[in-house]
């Protein structure tokens, strides 16, 4: 079984710094893309940013300049780190990662986090 754990949410004031975490473990023989959504209260998941295996970035246009993914392949990783926070990037957080896998059967899988909560408030 493979699985995201996340880690690293919190409160945090206005033009203040969080770096989430996220560890993917379980039988993996492979991750390609990973990523981070977030889905505010009332609101649908979005995209937030995103990271291929070779390092490939991707922002959403709301965290752009603010916010940096990257990841560490030799520990099944990816972090996600934001700067001068706003109350509007208050949401729960998800790990997302394409993850290949070999036991029993070779299958691509698209595993979630179980969200890790950002409170942006003075």
């Known amino acids: 079984q493979v699985q995201l754990v996340e880690s690293g949410g919190g409160v945090v004031q206005p033009g203040g710094s969080l770096r989430l975490s996220c560890a993917a473990s379980?039988?993996?023989?492979?991750?390609?893309?990973m990523g981070w959504y977030r889905q505010a209260p009332g609101k649908e998941r979005e995209l937030v940013a995103t990271?291929?295996?070779?390092?490939?970035?991707n922002y959403a246009d709301s965290v752009k300049g603010r916010s940096t993914i990257s990841r560490d392949n030799a520990k099944n990783m990816v972090y996600l780190q934001m700067n001068s926070l706003k109350p509007e990037d208050t949401a729960a957080y998800y790990c997302n990662a394409y993850i290949v896998v070999v036991t029993p059967s070779y299958r691509h899988l698209t595993v979630w986090g179980q969200g890790n909560l950002v409170t942006v408030s003075s």
């Open positions: 990271i291929t295996s070779d390092g490939s970035t």
């Open positions: 379980g039988s993996i023989f492979n991750i390609n893309a």
